[in-house]
T-cell receptor
């Protein structure tokens, strides 16, 4: 079974600084998706960034970028120029790419605090 | 424009009284999920549909049932809610590797 591990229950960052959230996963699949989701206090889960495992290039979305190390099964999220609105729970998630069982497997989350 | 809509946003039900949560989508996605999320925890998958094919997680209690009458709608039925079922229930859809979540229904059991 696939598992996703986020080893940092809580992180904090100063506004305008950079922070990196860690995620590791375990799978025997060769092709899959990895995601970072943000869940602010309003509770709607929002997709931040997505990575396809067969793509070597790290995904970026504006201030958000990932460091995808497939061999190490590591998928960290870097937030640059942190803003107060970035404060939220961040969940790393995995999904198989093929087959009818397309469930998302989530890590336990990292609570990010942004200090003014 | 909302693409995954959950109703109601807040639901209060009595202990043991059946309750139904609903989810609709305008995306025409073939995969729909129901997750249960308790405070400060990761979402826990209850079931998911691939079109009409229903997939029940092995540890989902029998108390939880689901229906998907068509592509757009999906329902979560809790037959006899207990205090431990109080949680946020998240509906999501997925296509081509992207999942979209609704705003959730917060269920309170009194």
């Amino acid at each position: 079974a696939q598992t996703v591990t986020q080893s940092q229950p809580e992180m904090s960052v100063q506004e305008a600084e950079t922070v990196t959230l860690s995620c590791t996963y375990d799978t025997s699949e060769s092709d899959y998706y990895l995601f970072w989701y943000k869940q602010p206090p309003s509770r709607q889960m929002i997709l931040v960034i997505r990575q396809e495992a067969y793509k070597q290039q790290n995904a970026t979305e504006n201030r958000f970028s990932v460091n995808f190390q497939k061999a190490a099964k590591s998928f960290s999220l870097k937030i640059s120029d942190s803003q107060l609105g970035d404060a939220a729970m961040y969940f790393c998630a995995y999904r198989r790419k093929q087959g009818g069982s397309e469930k998302l497997v989530f890590g336990k989350g990292t609570k990010l605090t942004v200090n003014p | 424009d909302a693409m995954v809509i959950q109703n109601p946003r807040y639901q209060v039900t009595q202990f043991g009284k059946p309750v139904t949560l609903s989810c609709s989508q305008t995306l025409n996605h073939n995969v729909m999920y129901w997750y249960q999320q308790k405070s400060s925890q990761a979402p826990k998958l209850l079931f998911h549909y691939y079109d009409k094919d229903f997939n029940n997680e092995a540890d989902t209690p029998d108390n939880f049932q689901s229906r998907r009458p068509n592509t757009s709608f999906c329902f979560l039925d809790i037959r006899s809610p207990g205090l431990g079922d109080a949680a946020m229930y998240l509906c999501a859809t997925s296509k081509s590797g992207r999942a979209f979540f609704g705003q959730g229904t917060r269920l309170t059991v009194v």
